[in-house]
């Protein structure tokens, strides 16, 4: 059975308006992972023992352990314990709780490049430590991540086509289940991977263009 | 005198792991003066300066800013208290420093570097701080240069954008570290001129510098300080010519002998 190229245009409409779903909750985990890798960074640096050493433990499970197992951690392991969630819920905990950390690692790589002298400036002039994090710091630190939290984007865009497995229905699935309906998986297959590169590839795109603004305007 | 002074420092001391880096330090200055703190490198001025910031938290004494106790301070009862960072916070303004390394915010303008600290600390209108920060910068010769960021400035610039944003929050006290170190030494007289200025307008400066002959032309006072304490201090012309403490007059001569090396051309100005 050959490559139909009508037959990807027909169901490319079915495709995309399933991406609306991974776009959607890609957004609700960027946004989950930049205010829960900021507030993790923010509790780090606040270097007290015990909690940073928890925090490296949770850490090293993430980074360790592969993000499809802590879908199915969160979809099928948490309802034990008493937290039941559905499908999206649990999928987009997941991911984000990933994501967190690898805001919170790149954030705080960045945060040893912010020269120690301004914070003591602000300081100094009696600015008081939240005011520091959100004019001072936080500023500088995001521009500076802009690149990782681009890259960063992309990994979640495709970390939601792993949500099907979980019974989401998104681009993946649908394709999936055109497959098996018309048992043409080459075009579905090349379809859905289609959709996912031009998400990335307009993610990319707009974080260069967001990148060379911020270099303008920064030292 | 018989004024409150602007700044009373008395016993402060501060040991970093077992080492004393200040050594019960008194020191009063009064309003209007400028008072340049001298001695060799590691004698501990720069952290008495932390210290009269809070950056660095002294051990034992206390600071007194305007006849306010900063940091901690003696109840009439005898008993030492501190002061939370909220009250410590409330203070700073009165102190302002200009650092070394200058410390602008790279990421904002040189107007706004001098605003965002009045409107965030003084809860100053926004309005009403732009109009203190341009006017500020106006008159250390920054006009044209406001909307520039700090990369964009030479270092005597950012040297007066971190004066004009230390003055926006209307301090009691400046302190200056090192001003003329970070500088190329054809900009020392341009300092100068700055510190000048300033003591027109009434204000209160305390200047620490290694440079013997930039003390000797800025400062009403000099206090020479060693191994963490104060050894001697008094008008700054008496201090140049005749120095009574033998370290002293060590560092003088030594400081004299290396300038004369270095450029012969500079002499030393103490007939203002």
């Given at each position: 059975?050959?490559?139909?190229?009508?037959?990807?245009?027909?169901?490319?409409?079915?495709?995309?308006?399933?991406?609306?779903?991974?776009?959607?909750?890609?957004?609700?985990?960027?946004?989950?992972?930049?205010?829960?890798?900021?507030?993790?960074?923010?509790?780090?640096?606040?270097?007290?023992?015990?909690?940073?050493?928890?925090?490296?433990?949770?850490?090293?499970?993430?980074?360790?352990?592969?993000?499809?197992?802590?879908?199915?951690?969160?979809?099928?392991?948490?309802?034990?314990?008493?937290?039941?969630?559905?499908?999206?819920?649990?999928?987009?905990?997941?991911?984000?709780?990933?994501?967190?950390?690898?805001?919170?690692?790149?954030?705080?790589?960045?945060?040893?490049?912010?020269?120690?002298?301004?914070?003591?400036?602000?300081?100094?002039?009696?600015?008081?430590?939240?005011?520091?994090?959100?004019?001072?710091?936080?500023?500088?630190?995001?521009?500076?991540?802009?690149?990782?939290?681009?890259?960063?984007?992309?990994?979640?865009?495709?970390?939601?086509?792993?949500?099907?497995?979980?019974?989401?229905?998104?681009?993946?699935?649908?394709?999936?289940?055109?497959?098996?309906?018309?048992?043409?998986?080459?075009?579905?297959?090349?379809?859905?991977?289609?959709?996912?590169?031009?998400?990335?590839?307009?993610?990319?795109?707009?974080?260069?263009?967001?990148?060379?603004?911020?270099?303008?305007?920064?030292? | 005198?018989?004024?409150?002074?602007?700044?009373?420092?008395?016993?402060?001391?501060?040991?970093?792991?077992?080492?004393?880096?200040?050594?019960?330090?008194?020191?009063?200055?009064?309003?209007?003066?400028?008072?340049?703190?001298?001695?060799?490198?590691?004698?501990?001025?720069?952290?008495?300066?932390?210290?009269?910031?809070?950056?660095?938290?002294?051990?034992?004494?206390?600071?007194?800013?305007?006849?306010?106790?900063?940091?901690?301070?003696?109840?009439?009862?005898?008993?030492?208290?501190?002061?939370?960072?909220?009250?410590?916070?409330?203070?700073?303004?009165?102190?302002?420093?200009?650092?070394?390394?200058?410390?602008?915010?790279?990421?904002?303008?040189?107007?706004?570097?001098?605003?965002?600290?009045q409107t965030v600390v003084l809860g100053r209108p926004r309005?009403e701080a732009?109009?203190?920060?341009?006017?500020?910068?106006?008159?250390?010769?920054?006009?044209?240069?406001?909307?520039?960021?700090?990369?964009?400035?030479?270092?005597?610039?950012?040297?007066?954008?971190?004066?004009?944003?230390?003055?926006?929050?209307?301090?009691?006290?400046?302190?200056?570290?090192?001003?003329?170190?970070?500088?190329?030494?054809?900009?020392?007289?341009?300092?100068?001129?700055?510190?000048?200025?300033?003591?027109?307008?009434?204000?209160?400066?305390?200047?620490?510098?290694?440079?013997?002959?930039?003390?000797?032309?800025?400062?009403?006072?000099?206090?020479?300080?060693?191994?963490?304490?104060?050894?001697?201090?008094?008008?700054?012309?008496?201090?140049?010519?005749?120095?009574?403490?033998?370290?002293?007059?060590?560092?003088?001569?030594?400081?004299?002998?290396?300038?004369?090396?270095?450029?012969?051309?500079?002499?030393?100005?103490?007939?203002?």
């Open positions: 059975m050959g490559f139909k190229l009508d037959f990807l245009l027909s169901i490319l409409p079915r495709l995309i308006g399933a991406a609306a779903v991974n776009i959607r909750l890609a957004v609700i985990i960027m946004l989950l992972a930049l205010a829960l890798g900021t507030a993790l960074t923010i509790v780090r640096s606040l270097k007290v023992a015990a909690v940073n050493a928890c925090i490296a433990v949770v850490i090293s499970f993430v980074r360790g352990t592969p993000l499809l197992i802590q879908i199915f951690i969160a979809y099928y392991v948490l309802p034990a314990v008493g937290l039941d969630l559905s499908p999206e819920v649990a999928g987009v905990s997941a991911i984000a709780f990933n994501s967190m950390v690898f805001v919170s690692e790149s954030m705080r790589g960045g945060l040893a490049t912010i020269d120690v002298g301004q914070i003591e400036a602000s300081t100094a002039l009696g600015l008081p430590p939240h005011a520091i994090w959100l004019r001072v710091v936080l500023p500088q630190l995001f521009r500076r991540i802009v690149p990782v939290l681009i890259n960063e984007a992309t990994i979640v865009v495709k970390g939601t086509a792993l949500l099907s497995v979980i019974t989401v229905v998104d681009v993946l699935r649908t394709a999936q289940q055109i497959a098996s309906a018309s048992y043409r998986p080459f075009e579905t297959m090349i379809g859905s991977a289609l959709v996912f590169l031009v998400i990335n590839l307009v993610i990319s795109l707009s974080g260069r263009v967001a990148e060379s603004r911020f270099a303008t305007a920064r030292a | 005198m018989s004024a409150t002074p602007v700044l009373r420092v008395s016993a402060l001391t501060k040991r970093f792991h077992g080492v004393i880096a200040l050594d019960q330090v008194y020191l009063d200055v009064h309003a209007g003066e400028i008072v340049a703190l001298i001695g060799p490198s590691g004698c501990g001025k720069s952290t008495l300066l932390r210290c009269l910031t809070w950056l660095e938290q002294p051990d034992d004494g206390f600071i007194e800013v305007a006849g306010k106790p900063l940091g901690r301070e003696l109840t009439p009862g005898g008993v030492v208290r501190h002061q939370s960072r909220r009250q410590i916070d409330a203070l700073r303004p009165q102190v302002g420093i200009v650092f070394q390394q200058f410390n602008l915010w790279p990421h904002m303008t040189a107007l706004e570097n001098v605003v965002r600290p309005a732009i109009r203190r920060g341009e006017e500020l910068l106006t008159r250390l010769g920054l006009a044209d240069r406001m909307d520039r960021h700090p990369h964009a400035l030479s270092g005597g610039q950012k040297q007066r954008v971190a004066i004009a944003r230390a003055l926006a929050m209307d301090p009691a006290l400046m302190l200056f570290d090192e001003p003329t170190s970070a500088l190329d030494p054809e900009l020392v007289g341009e300092v100068l001129a700055v510190l000048r200025s300033l003591a027109e307008i009434g204000m209160t400066m305390l200047v620490v510098t290694h440079e013997i002959g930039f003390a000797a032309n800025v400062a009403d006072r000099i206090a020479f300080m060693d191994q963490g304490r104060i050894l001697e201090e008094g008008p700054a012309r008496d201090i140049i010519a005749a120095p009574k403490e033998p370290r002293l007059r060590n560092f003088i001569d030594l400081v004299m002998a290396n300038r004369r090396h270095d450029n012969p051309g500079t002499t030393i100005d103490t007939t203002e």
